[in-house]
């Protein structure tokens, strides 16, 4: 099921180490500005050069829009994007043919897809494959744009390190000026030692990171099955490797009376408005108008330069594996990009099922 | 949107004091063993009449099943089962009217639904609709029986009280025989005194639960938009009052390195296996054999006896509601037992978009 | 697959001789007027009481809205609409026990459902159970009239007699005075003949009907599998017994040069329009803002009170069945009114699609 | 909305005139046999090189598999193809710039997606965006082959001419021999000379055509809207051109009685069966075993060397337009094989909604 949302929908397609990723996103306005720059931007945000042991060659992408855009406006038609796969070596793989890696999706993908499935690189399952997810979004953030959303994350926790200080929306936003996008300036410089420690034992580690959502209308999400936080934890879900999920304040409600957990109500501006925000923005699923928020936790990436216990499943018998391929230390950063791409494509997609922006007609080349 | 599932689809009806509540469940193949009896069991088990303050009253449920089962099979046809509301005294609401809740969903639907919109004893947002959702999870379940899987959840916390026990899957099973079902016999004696507590402080409280799938085959699940994990996560978070979800070891897999999170693989039985669990059974989002697990957390339910800060919509003024209404202390252990029928109906869809039940023919009962 | 549509949903359930059949409506816009009255209307217009062969005993239906409607107004959450079924007498059902009708669905059904399959009266696949479409079309009705749109239909042939005559949109409306709706008298006088040959014969009769659609704005309908025409056709065969349909000029433009089959364009009231209609309204599948219309046919219905051979699927062997139950000497009439109700269902499904009705406020009673 | 299906499910994307036409095959089980060789045959099956003026040039289609299949087998993950357009001249549609072409989707596209939309060629609404569902046909009848079905299709009418002769399946197969697929040959020759006819008049015809499933299983299709008429209506619909359809005997069951009607049902091998075929394989829309059938008509392509009337849009009077770029006479051979195509795709689909291929395991190269 490669088929994601109901009126603004993406399909990705694309293998790790096959000729390319991509995404066709069908339910775009007409009209609406968009362009190849748009798409670049945002493949480039998930790069984090300055990190050099994130990204080591840090080579832009070679993508293609073919379809569903013409001078810089949305036809209204779907609009394929194909993100060519650089060459890369995969002899190495030719080694790991039959022995999953610990950790990785490879057991479930032999299981299920039989031993011709093209692990390499991870196949279908590598993080790889978030980079058309954030094509896609680039699609999705200027359908936002368009109606005063904006989304943007930031890291809170990196191989166990947390951030502590506390933050406004304009901190954030500066925070992508640093090398990883870190409120807290010592709790980065923390995170980037742990980096150098995990790289150092041949290791990976972890982290959580926050998303929001800001000028979000009220009204969006519909019970039972349309609640945008339930449609938001199962993109979180679909991103490779999220292990928890938290909306608003959290696991931390789970321990308050109601009295301290409820937000009050109040009037601004002559509306109702919450006066706290523990709730993240929603009541039953459905916006009220404040900015929304989650936070999402990440697993460290399962290959590791260590001797791991594994099965040769030629043989049928145990085996030990050592990871010589290619390595990420973490996939946080590259993750949380992937995150706010799938966030603006859930809200884009409920934008337009409240008909927030009209589809009988374009938005801007109206002829009558 | 009140449809959830592909193959297995559910779709619920109903406010908490309308007419009824109810649900369709379409796609369950033929000639399966179903009668009132198990839909009957489902919605005792959300009882819970030995903790009184749960549930004062203590009736049973007026249900019927009105199509697609005879003589105790299904017939492959959608089985609709309708829940009658009893009488309820709503007058009550006329005192809140335009006076939203705080917490409650009240707010969101005054704004996406207006004025006219039943908000009596939380209208469509209210944790009496999840009756319609523990009744398809008896539909549910029984697909599940027939292969083999079996769901079953229990109470991990409590008003900030924590289970501490380690256990085993017996221990779960047992637990349903206690007043609330707790592994951890000091854990509930505590959880017990934090209800009685809240109750004398007019208040609520919150707290988490785990849902276990034991039985389930490999090859559920698929890239990128058909992971287990997030159709679960989705389900999860449509039930009212989830704030926090994690699958498997969840957050805490964050802080590891990835040495210490990967589960090696072995051999048992022939056949490639994990030798732990951190995963919760998953791999990519597909499962490989083992057990599958997960977290969720609930913030307190929103209705206190205490002054709260809220607006007079029609004055559009800030006002104080002390709620005088029906009240939960707690709706975690109700909360529960629709987490494991929207479990059972998650594994279900997974179990028939696999192919692992055909329908083209009967279960029992063919011809030819 | 009892759910049709995509923001305007039906999701339909119930046999024929079993205790209800039902509709639950969701995605409908909240603070629409509805009431039971427009539910009630619709099922009127589908009795056809002045031609008592068609409707012997001519009682009202018994319903209920359950769900989603509060003081003559839509709450903007699901309708769920129960129809109940009459005492019926099914023991002469007996007697078919394993013999499968010629040309019912029966047949499908034992090889599909199996020999516990609840075949009497039809069950699922029986007339019947457009009931509830019929009830689902009253709340589309009451979607499209808000902006402005009319669904109508009326019988084109019946027994082989077809109209002749050139008619109005309005004659199609008067027709409805009728006993039944056929806007040529002497077409009708024939058409009332061949019934009662039909009776007299112990024999069945077919024919088809035509359904307009007016007010229709431009801009509904979308490429590649979004066309109004295309989903017109499938809603159109999902009425039991729909052979052939034609959209437009239909089969006649099959044979026709290019240079006649085309539609001029034109200016009318500044706006561009079509000069003529071979087109039903569509270009692309999108509509222009001409009137919608589409014909449809239905083959006899399968029972008649001639011997039939068919199979004894106990034993296996062929047998002969004189059918002795209640029988419908044609279902052109009602099915003509489950034919507009699923045309009014597609129709509100693509303007909720296209956002000409915004969902994230109410269409009455906003607060803010 | 251009994804189409359930289980299997197709989207495509492209405009005439852009860089490419494609589709992503989603849903596909895995270590089913499908080269690249499988699509090229189905693609050159649309060319028509026999008769020059249907293909002038008869270049063969330049095409790239981009993800999801290796060494010749599915992967069971989603199967990109990019159908690369030719350099085009398409200055000549400058000329038509804002001025509609009658019978063609430029109205209702200006109307929809403004005046930026990329008409060139027909834009979106080309036929050329066919070639995109051929190539997922070529998918979907691997899936099919390897469950034993075939779908195989015939032109029945082209300007007018009908085919009179009987035929057998066999028949049909053979006629892919002739330069048109064709069973009987006086009428092939009339069809020739009606081509002839229309070129010197700049004129272009329509037609029809009959489709073919052989070795459908029983028990394919669900009431009340998975019927599979009702899917491969909304199919056919879903093809530029199509203006009526006609299941099994069509239209001409409405002018019979019941018992002329039905299809005596009897014993073959053991197991009931149909002893005639007038409902073209289907009871109350579920396959019997039975062959399925279905005609197809198609309006003459609107593109004409003719004056015809339009609107000059910009400023919004009348005008006269005289057609000049790329014309085809007739699109009813190439539209043939598209509807072949979208039929095995809804096939494919319910094979696999039956259950009948597990996608849990592959199909070939399991390892346990």
Not at 295 to 301: I, L, Q
Not at 342 to 351: C, E, F, G, N, Q
Request: net charge positive; proline share 6%.
């Amino acid at each position: 099921m490669n088929t994601f949302g109901r009126e603004f929908r993406i399909t990705t397609f694309g293998e790790s180490h096959g000729k390319a990723v991509g995404v066709v996103v069908d339910g775009v306005p007409a009209g609406l500005p968009l362009s190849e720059e748009d798409v670049k931007r945002e493949l480039e945000r998930r790069m984090f050069c300055h990190i050099p042991v994130l990204n080591p060659r840090c080579e832009p992408e070679e993508f293609e829009i073919l379809s569903g855009v013409k001078e810089g406006r949305t036809q209204g038609t779907p609009i394929a994007i194909v993100i060519w796969n650089r060459k890369v070596i995969s002899s190495y793989y030719e080694e790991l043919w039959l022995k999953p890696r610990p950790g990785h999706a490879d057991l479930a993908y032999y299981l299920k897809y039989g031993i011709n499935y093209d692990h390499r690189g991870g196949g279908r399952a590598s993080g790889r494959t978030t980079a058309a997810i954030v094509a896609a979004g680039a699609v999705a953030k200027a359908v936002l744009r368009h109606v005063g959303v904006e989304v943007l994350g930031h890291v809170v926790e990196l191989g166990g390190v947390e951030i502590s200080a506390t933050y406004t929306v304009d901190d954030v936003r500066k925070s992508w000026e640093k090398p990883l996008p870190v409120v807290d300036d010592a709790a980065l410089e923390k995170m980037v030692e742990k980096i150098r420690e995990a790289v150092l034992r041949g290791d990976s580690i972890g982290g959580g990171v926050e998303v929001w959502a800001l000028g979000v209308p009220p009204g969006l999400g519909e019970p039972h099955f349309g609640k945008i936080k339930a449609d938001l934890a199962k993109a979180a879900f679909s991103i490779p490797g999220v292990v928890a999920f938290e909306w608003g304040a959290g696991r931390a409600l789970a321990k308050m009376f109601g009295s301290e957990a409820n937000d009050p109500i109040t009037v601004v501006n002559g509306r109702p408005a919450l006066a706290t925000n523990r709730a993240g923005g929603l009541l039953g699923g459905i916006t009220v108008g404040a900015p929304l928020y989650f936070r999402a936790w990440f697993k460290p990436t399962p290959s590791v330069r260590k001797p791991q216990q594994t099965v040769d499943l030629g043989k049928m018998e145990p085996t030990t594996l050592e990871f010589k391929g290619r390595y990420d230390v973490t996939i946080v950063p590259k993750a949380l990009v992937a995150l706010e791409a799938i966030t603006a494509v859930v809200l884009a997609d409920h934008v337009l099922r409240a008909g927030i922006i009209r589809r009988d007609r374009p938005i801007s080349g109206s002829l009558v």
